[in-house]
């Protein structure tokens, strides 16, 4: 069964630091690994897919890497915004099931 | 575009009520359909999917079932609620299989259950 942990669970950072956030996986027989972001109270918004012969994906601040044999991904975001504050959550895919971290809630201060 | 859409957005209900939550996708054709939940302080659990109409499968034994009735509406149902059903209930849309999987989420539905 696969697990998947995401540490730390919660993150406290000044306006306009670098955000790093860490996705551990138990099994690195993945099919893909997706990021998402949760605000309070709604649902999943997807960031970031990487299959699971890829390295890593970009969309605009956000990078995310992926390295199956160690079983890691890290989400890096770059110069963070008051904006950016929310949970975010890491799920690791088979051919058909996502299995999800508990999240990191990232608050940044103006 | 594709869109996703759940009913009702907050749900009250009592103990050993009948309960019946809907989502729907637009904009895609056969489609992946899942119901994950989410209890307070804890992740996503999923709990069941579906590759097709009248496909389910189930991932958790419970108190709930579901249903596809047609290929872009999914149904979670439960005949006499219990307290643990409590929790915020999300329904998830991805590409057939063999697709690349990327899974999008409907806004989730608050049940609270007294």
């Known amino acids: 069964k696969q697990e998947v942990t995401q540490i730390p669970a919660a993150l406290s950072v000044p306006e306009g630091e670098n955000l790093v956030l860490n996705c551990s996986f138990t099994d690195s027989a993945i099919y893909n690994l997706q990021w998402f972001r949760q605000d309070p109270g709604k649902g999943l918004t997807s960031l970031l897919l990487i299959q699971s012969s890829q390295r890593e994906q970009t969309s605009g601040r956000l990078n995310a890497s992926l390295d199956k044999s160690s079983g890691r991904s890290t989400l890096y975001i770059a110069a963070s915004q008051p904006g950016d504050s929310a949970t975010y959550l890491c799920?690791?895919?088979?051919?058909?099931?996502?299995?999800f971290g508990a999240g990191t809630t990232v608050t940044v201060r103006a | 575009s594709q869109t996703i859409h759940q009913w009702p957005a907050t749900l009250v209900q009592p103990v050993g009520s009948p309960l019946s939550l809907e989502c729907t996708v637009e904009?895609?054709?056969?489609?992946?359909l899942y119901w994950y939940r989410q209890a307070a302080g804890r992740g996503l659990q999923l709990l069941f999917y579906?590759?097709?109409?009248?496909?389910i499968s189930s991932e958790v034994p419970q108190n709930l079932s579901a249903s596809r009735p047609q290929d872009r509406q999914f149904i979670l149902s439960s005949k006499k609620l219990l307290l643990s059903d409590s929790g915020f209930y999300l329904c998830?849309?991805?590409?057939?299989?063999?697709?690349?999987?990327?899974?999008?989420f409907g806004p989730g539905t608050r049940l609270t259950v007294l």
């Open positions: 998830a849309w991805s590409g057939p299989s063999g697709s690349n999987n990327e899974q999008f």
């Open positions: 579906s590759v097709g109409i009248g496909q």
């Open positions: 799920a690791v895919g088979d051919d058909y099931k996502l299995s």
């Open positions: 904009g895609t054709s056969n489609p992946n």
